[in-house]
Protein backbone atom coordinates (compact mmCIF):
# COMPACT_ATOMS: atom_id res chain seq x y z
CA UNK A 1 0.00 0.00 0.00
CA UNK A 2 1.56 3.13 -0.76
CA UNK A 3 2.05 6.35 1.89
CA UNK A 4 -1.11 8.19 -0.27
CA UNK A 5 -3.25 5.16 0.26
CA UNK A 6 -2.11 4.04 3.87
CA UNK A 7 -2.92 8.01 4.82
CA UNK A 8 -6.27 8.10 3.04
CA UNK A 9 -7.30 5.11 4.78
CA UNK A 10 -6.41 6.31 8.10
CA UNK A 11 -8.36 9.56 7.00
CA UNK A 12 -11.08 7.95 6.50
CA UNK A 13 -11.29 6.55 9.62
CA UNK A 14 -11.95 9.31 11.18
CA UNK A 15 -14.55 10.41 8.72
CA UNK A 16 -17.29 9.08 10.97
CA UNK A 17 -18.14 9.26 14.66
CA UNK A 18 -17.68 4.94 14.84
CA UNK A 19 -14.15 5.57 13.80
CA UNK A 20 -13.30 8.45 16.45
CA UNK A 21 -14.83 6.09 18.84
CA UNK A 22 -12.34 2.97 17.66
CA UNK A 23 -9.27 5.25 17.31
CA UNK A 24 -10.08 6.68 20.98
CA UNK A 25 -10.54 3.22 22.45
CA UNK A 26 -7.01 2.52 21.17
CA UNK A 27 -5.42 5.06 22.25
CA UNK A 28 -6.89 4.33 25.84
CA UNK A 29 -5.92 1.06 25.53
CA UNK A 30 -2.53 1.50 24.38
CA UNK A 31 -3.39 -0.11 21.55
CA UNK A 32 -3.43 2.42 18.81
CA UNK A 33 -0.09 1.96 16.22
CA UNK A 34 2.23 4.93 16.13
CA UNK A 35 1.85 5.99 12.81
CA UNK A 36 -1.56 6.06 13.38
CA UNK A 37 -0.99 8.65 16.27
CA UNK A 38 -1.37 11.74 13.80
CA UNK A 39 -2.55 15.54 14.16
CA UNK A 40 -5.69 14.89 13.13
CA UNK A 41 -6.15 11.95 15.83
CA UNK A 42 -5.06 14.48 17.86
CA UNK A 43 -7.30 16.73 17.10
CA UNK A 44 -10.25 13.90 17.50
CA UNK A 45 -9.09 12.57 21.19
CA UNK A 46 -9.00 16.41 21.90
CA UNK A 47 -12.43 16.84 20.88
CA UNK A 48 -13.61 13.91 22.26
CA UNK A 49 -12.04 14.29 25.62
CA UNK A 50 -13.53 17.56 25.70
CA UNK A 51 -17.02 16.58 24.70
CA UNK A 52 -17.02 14.71 27.69
CA UNK A 53 -15.20 15.76 30.88
CA UNK A 54 -14.46 19.61 31.83
CA UNK A 55 -11.28 21.63 30.79
CA UNK A 56 -9.30 20.59 33.30
CA UNK A 57 -10.10 17.24 33.14
CA UNK A 58 -9.99 16.89 29.80
CA UNK A 59 -6.36 18.50 29.15
CA UNK A 60 -4.73 16.35 32.35
CA UNK A 61 -6.71 13.21 30.75
CA UNK A 62 -5.02 13.82 27.12
CA UNK A 63 -1.79 14.74 28.88
CA UNK A 64 -1.18 11.74 31.08
CA UNK A 65 -2.53 9.33 27.67
CA UNK A 66 0.32 10.80 26.03
CA UNK A 67 2.46 10.23 28.15
CA UNK A 68 2.16 7.02 28.02
CA UNK A 69 1.37 6.58 24.64
CA UNK A 70 4.94 7.60 24.09
CA UNK A 71 6.29 5.71 26.68
CA UNK A 72 5.21 2.67 25.04
CA UNK A 73 6.44 3.58 21.43
CA UNK A 74 9.32 4.73 22.72
CA UNK A 75 12.26 7.13 21.98
CA UNK A 76 10.32 10.37 20.15
CA UNK A 77 9.97 13.87 20.31
CA UNK A 78 8.48 13.37 23.84
CA UNK A 79 5.52 14.88 25.49
CA UNK A 80 5.29 18.72 24.30
CA UNK A 81 3.30 20.79 27.71
CA UNK A 82 2.56 23.82 25.30
CA UNK A 83 1.61 22.46 22.25
CA UNK A 84 -0.84 20.18 23.75
CA UNK A 85 -2.13 23.33 26.22
CA UNK A 86 -2.76 25.30 22.80
CA UNK A 87 -4.41 22.74 21.29
CA UNK A 88 -6.70 22.13 23.94
CA UNK A 89 -7.80 25.71 24.36
CA UNK A 90 -8.61 25.96 20.04
CA UNK A 91 -10.18 22.79 20.54
CA UNK A 92 -12.57 24.04 23.13
CA UNK A 93 -12.82 27.58 22.00
CA UNK A 94 -13.96 25.87 18.53
CA UNK A 95 -16.07 23.16 20.52
CA UNK A 96 -17.45 26.26 22.29
CA UNK A 97 -18.43 28.30 19.34
CA UNK A 98 -19.25 25.47 16.77
CA UNK A 99 -22.66 23.40 17.46
CA UNK A 100 -21.37 19.91 16.12
CA UNK A 101 -23.39 16.42 16.07
CA UNK A 102 -20.33 14.70 16.79
CA UNK A 103 -16.51 15.06 16.15
CA UNK A 104 -16.13 14.01 12.85
CA UNK A 105 -18.18 16.44 11.31
CA UNK A 106 -15.94 18.83 13.18
CA UNK A 107 -12.46 17.75 12.37
CA UNK A 108 -12.15 18.76 8.76
CA UNK A 109 -12.21 21.95 9.84
CA UNK A 110 -10.00 21.64 13.44
CA UNK A 111 -7.64 19.99 11.02
CA UNK A 112 -7.87 22.88 8.64
CA UNK A 113 -8.09 25.71 11.05
CA UNK A 114 -5.78 24.23 13.66
CA UNK A 115 -2.38 23.01 12.09
CA UNK A 116 1.46 23.59 12.77
CA UNK A 117 1.12 26.61 11.01
CA UNK A 118 -1.25 28.07 12.94
CA UNK A 119 0.65 27.46 16.09
CA UNK A 120 4.06 28.72 14.28
CA UNK A 121 1.99 31.83 14.25
CA UNK A 122 2.16 32.71 17.52
CA UNK A 123 5.42 30.46 18.58
CA UNK A 124 8.72 30.81 17.40
CA UNK A 125 10.66 27.19 16.55
CA UNK A 126 13.37 28.65 19.28
CA UNK A 127 10.63 29.18 21.84
CA UNK A 128 8.77 25.60 20.69
CA UNK A 129 12.07 23.77 21.17
CA UNK A 130 12.82 25.23 24.92
CA UNK A 131 13.08 23.13 27.87
CA UNK A 132 10.36 25.16 29.66
CA UNK A 133 7.54 24.42 26.91
CA UNK A 134 7.78 20.96 26.64
CA UNK A 135 7.44 20.56 30.03
CA UNK A 136 5.28 23.74 30.82
CA UNK A 137 3.40 26.20 29.61
CA UNK A 138 4.84 28.88 27.67
CA UNK A 139 2.88 32.38 26.45
CA UNK A 140 3.49 32.52 23.05
CA UNK A 141 6.72 34.75 22.10
CA UNK A 142 5.36 36.15 18.46
CA UNK A 143 1.79 37.25 19.05
CA UNK A 144 -1.09 36.67 21.27
CA UNK A 145 -3.08 33.58 20.70
CA UNK A 146 -6.14 34.31 18.62
CA UNK A 147 -8.99 31.45 19.24
Known amino acids: MSTTTTRKARKDLLATDAGVADLVAKFEA ?15 VAATYLREYAFPDALARIRERIQLFNNRCGPREGYHETITTVFMRAVAAYLETHPIGGVAEALPDLAATYDMAWLKRFYSADALASDAAKGGWVEPDLRELEY
Do not use: D, F, K, Y
Open 30 to 44: GTLPQNQWTHRAHLA
